[in-house]
């Protein structure tokens, strides 16, 4: 499939649309429900040049539109992804998935925008920034960073500044795991976390205790315990629920909101969940390996079946994946993400005699839709007006980019899915569209399929067939100072406040 995959002659002409179905630029949608996170209501939806132009029913139009029967499906806001690594280095070596294959299996399965982490380049961000920008020329769906900060010094805090005032980013990521590569300290979290409070930008952190987990690591290999499943028993919940309540008081301490990516465990879930209760800003994103696989994969005999489940934080014990499922189901935990990073067998190989080699990361960016709401809708856990939420619409408002994204309304972006309930869905490594040569949701089938993407207003996945084009997606830039920053000068101001007046000591007359 891998040379038939893509419409052939959208590629060589490069032109920007291709095939009867996206000649056009204008569009309706007839007849469906259209979900947005606040409401639905059956209409018609009609797209002009990529934007939005009217939702209401019973729209007339003449014969050069392009006209879409959409009764008794949904049609959503196309997915966002807010955690994604496309054309990742690591180990000497690069992820399989590249912007383009990468995103045309998000356009597969239902996803038209993903946020994806500029790592930097010995600890350089500008230097790193170029780095993606030239990975991300060849993208066919729009797309927005988030840069990862590794050490501290002047530059990095001026690099900072300079991402967020004049390269559309606004949230920074902190690893407190992986140690003697990119690990960050309390100090570098600290002044990390007060940097980002004065330019709006929203701290994220991988929260797991790196020193631990090396501790950990050591003991397992001590042991003797060399294959996949020393990577759980090294790193359990323990350490990222230790981690993530590190990260949270930290921030409450500056008094800035907190993201916590990835978030895996119920020991984890619990810390977000008693600092939201407490009035904490404190985001949770679970992924969908997460939400729906256990580790028992990492004990499995073949080892390059094992070594295809091993991400970190690991995947959790049966239990936390059910137990992640209600508190997204409940608004503990706000947005869905992937964390979609594809290792092909023979790379996830270098770590046959040691865990610790086996490079890090799970498959997700074109499952994550069918896969949510198979879980989560399918068994009654959600609304789909939830689900557009948890899959689309919060990481927009989050990263302050809706109602342009996350939103079917006149004057947005037209993002859209058509997912038809009665329709059903099977995933396999056969037949799915990144370049990966496993999948992690191997022989999952389900109800409710995407038989519709539109992506900037064009039709890029109809009839299970994908028309996408390299260079038709767009950098997304995402101003600061979301709604998580509205009142923080207020709450410090009411902290000033609250001190008492330094207490006036005699001098002492010894
Ligand atoms: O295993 C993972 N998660 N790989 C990607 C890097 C990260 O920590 O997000
Ligand atoms: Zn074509
Ligand atoms: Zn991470
Ligand atoms: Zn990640």
Not at 22 to 41: D, E, M, P, R, Y
Not at 128 to 143: I, L, P, T, V, W
Not at 176 to 199: P, R
Not at 414 to 432: G, M, Q, R, V, Y
């Amino acid at each position: 499939h891998a040379n038939n995959q893509f419409c052939e002659a959208g590629i060589e002409s490069g032109e920007s649309t291709c095939g009867t179905s996206s000649s056009t630029n204008k569009l309706l949608i007839k007849g469906g429900t259209v979900v947005n996170a606040h409401h639905q209501h059956v209409a018609d939806v009609y797209v002009e040049d990529g934007i939005i132009v009217a939702v209401q029913p019973n729209i007339m139009v003449g014969d050069d539109v392009y006209v879409i029967d959409a009764t008794g499906k949904f049609v959503m806001p196309g997915g966002i992804d807010p955690h994604a690594h496309l054309g990742m280095d690591a180990l000497g070596t690069t992820s399989v998935d590249d912007f383009f294959s990468g995103q045309s299996a998000a356009l597969a399965g239902g996803t038209t925008m993903h946020i994806d982490f500029v790592m930097p380049i010995n600890g350089n961000l500008t230097a790193g920034f170029e780095a993606y920008e030239k990975k991300a020329k060849n993208s066919c769906m729009d797309y927005g960073f988030h840069v990862a900060v590794t050490k501290w010094d002047e530059s990095v805090s001026t690099d900072m500044e300079i991402m967020v005032k004049e390269k559309g980013i606004n949230s920074f990521k902190f690893f407190m795991a992986y140690k003697e590569f990119i690990m960050v300290n309390d100090e570098l979290l600290l002044q990390g976390f007060k940097k980002c409070k004065s330019l709006g930008a929203l701290a994220m952190v991988h929260a797991e205790n790196g020193d631990a987990v090396y501790a950990g690591q050591q003991k397992m290999i001590e042991l003797g315990i060399t294959g996949p499943e020393g990577h759980p028993l090294s790193r359990p919940p323990m350490l990222e629920g230790e981690a993530t309540s590190r990260a949270i008081r930290l921030a409450d301490f500056v008094n800035t909101p907190l993201y916590v990516v990835h978030v895996m465990s119920i020991d984890a879930m619990e810390e977000i969940a008693k600092a939201r209760k407490s009035g904490q800003r404190v985001i949770g994103e679970p992924i969908v390996s997460g939400l729906a696989l256990d580790d028992s994969w990492l004990w499995h005999p073949d080892f390059t079946t094992a070594a295809k489940y091993l991400m970190s934080p690991p995947i959790r014990s049966k239990g936390h994946d059910k137990a992640l499922q209600s508190a997204l189901a409940t608004g503990v935990l706000q947005l869905v993400g992937t964390d979609h990073c594809a290792w092909n067998s023979t790379q996830k190989a270098r770590g046959v005699d040691d865990f610790r080699q086996i490079i890090n990361g799970v498959n997700g960016i074109e499952e994550r839709m069918h896969v949510v709401w198979d879980i989560m809708v399918e068994s009654g856990q959600i609304s789909v007006t939830d689900y557009v939420r948890v899959t689309s619409t919060e990481c927009a408002r989050i990263f302050n980019i809706y109602p342009r994204k996350g939103a079917i309304l006149p004057g947005s972006d037209a993002d859209i899915i058509i997912l038809n309930p009665n329709s059903s869905f099977e995933i396999t490594a056969k037949s799915h569209h990144s370049r990966l040569d496993t999948n992690v949701y191997e022989g999952w089938k389900g109800k409710g399929k995407i038989e519709v993407t539109i992506a900037g207003g064009r039709v890029v996945w109809e009839n299970n067939e994908l028309k996408v084009v390299p260079g038709n997606g767009r950098y997304i830039q995402m101003p600061p100072f979301s709604y998580l920053f509205d009142g923080l000068d207020k709450k410090d101001a009411v902290y000033l406040n609250s001190l008492k007046a330094p207490v006036k000591r005699a001098k002492s007359t010894t």
